[in-house]
């Protein structure tokens, strides 16, 4: 039995920056940091013929080039594995489609299990290019980068992205005390919404392509915004940090119609009233879970308890993409 688990991931700062349609013409940076919420993948012999393939559905094919899922099929592929004999299946803390990265932390799960199997060790870079070759090159996601890297790494991390494709990761440089009061102050609440990141995504990097001056000063600013979060949680200036995530998140909304909704901004208003000293939807927005950083955590609870949202508590994880059974 090979057990392997992936981190989901909130971003800190500069995201959307890390879409090849926008990287590509000017460089990327963002902040992303690793949760002790994980994606597992399950893998062993089954003693028959075929590869058996359990997720939210059932499959068992003759080889893996038969399998409909299409990232696992492409995981099999890239790995030259026709999956016979084997039996795999997958299980995530959170549900998919809720802005967590769940779709990267799949694919690096899935290769190291994979990886392991044929007794392979890896690097997590080369898992993470590996993850980011499936998603964005094989099945043309109009998808960023962050969620395979920082799965992949953990921990809280800087990330450049080069227009030439390449790829610097460095962990954040905090104090102990910083990142403490960083990880006790955020607090993360389901909005209850699911959504695809592509639809939303997908008029982003259409724009992109197209050279939009709005998108495009958009995202400047966004990317602006992360080296200053940069600067802030480095200095430990938290209060700063939490003013750019409101300021990010009113900029964030401005990129797409489908971006949040009456809901989400009455929800939001509701966490500012309450105790936040700033916030925004995690991930490519319509949905899934709103982080606010506050140090009045009592009040802001009540209010979104009041308000029928669920929160999620979490750790900052610092091992990324693991072998748990192997």
Known sequence: MIIARSPLRVTLGGGGTDLPSYYEKFGGFLIAAAIDKYVYIALHDNFAPDLIVKYSRLERVSDASKVEHPIIREAFAMLDMDGCGLELASMADIPASTGLGSSGSFTTALLKALHAHKKNLVHPAELAVQACD?????????????????????????????????????????????????EDNLLLFFTGYSRSASAILKEQDQKSKQSDAGMIENLHFVKDLGRQSQKA??????????????????????????????????WYDLAMASGALGGKLIGAGGGGFLMFYSEDKVKLRHAMQQAGLKEVRFRFDFEGTKLIVS
């Open 134 to 182: 499936i998603e964005l090159n094989r099945l043309h996601e109009p998808i960023g980068k962050q969620d395979q890297y920082i799965a992949a790494y953990g921990g809280i991390t800087c990330f450049e992205f080069s227009p030439d494709g390449a790829v610097k990761a460095w962990p954040l440089k905090i104090s102990d005390q910083t990142r403490n009061n960083l």
């Open 233 to 266: 949680l480095e200095a430990g200036n938290l209060h700063e940090f939490a003013r750019l995530m409101d300021v990010q998140w009113q900029r964030k909304k401005q990129r797409s119609s489908g971006m949040s909704n009456p809901k989400i901004n009455e």
